[in-house]
């Protein structure tokens, strides 16, 4: 019998202009896909960031009142070090959030202020492969995302939204999911790849308190052997990889 090849992955589409990343908490972005959201950037794309929550439950050491301001601080100023300037929260409980209709309206109406061809969100299953049991922020977020996306451009679902002015938006042509254990495109991260590692290190704060390793060490220490991994499926280069479910 002859080995299995191993699948290899496919480059992202390029043929759009605004994508939309809607995530749980600070730091989700940065440790997954980064490096691909400046490699957009730099090609003139215009990116937002949409966090369910303020990361508030995210510190031991710091209660939510104080630890709250403290990530969105630092989630702005790392999502700027890869050409992200617009950054919004919406204020749902880090650590307890709920799958259901709330979310789900909260995260169409993102989609129709912003008017993405691409949506991105992280992994929204049980697991991140294997037995490493995911949060269920992130499955919350990511499964939401997923329905948002196609919530956005009906008109009778949410219908209060077109009475805010957020008229029906049917444009979402992808949704890219980041960490996903079955990816099936990537992103080259070679031009990306140091500014995902500074952006990463905005968010000093969280890792400080999360290793007693050097941040850097840390940081370049995750990032990296994950890009390379990727890059076996994708020509040699380090990658980011995604699973893209058209639309």
Known sequence: MTEPTTRQLQPMPDDWRRALAVVAHPDDLEYGCAAAVAAWTDAGREVTYVLATRGEAGIDTLDPERCGPLREREQRASARVVGVSEVEFLDHRDGTIAYGPALRRDIAAAVRRHRPELVITLNHRDTWGGNHWNTPDHVA????????????GNRWIFPELAEQGLEPWDGVRWVAVAGSATPTHA?????????????????????????????????????????????????GRPAVAFELFPR
């Open 187 to 235: 992103v080259d991260a070679t031009d990306g790849m140091e500014r995902a590692v500074a952006s990463l290190l905005e968010h000093r704060a969280y890792i400080e308190a999360l290793t007693d390793e050097d941040p850097e060490t840390y940081v370049r220490g995750f990032l990296l052997p994950f890009a390379e991994e990727t890059g076996k499926r994708f020509g």
């Open 141 to 152: 977020v990511g499964r939401a995302v997923l329905d948002a996306a196609g919530d956005a």
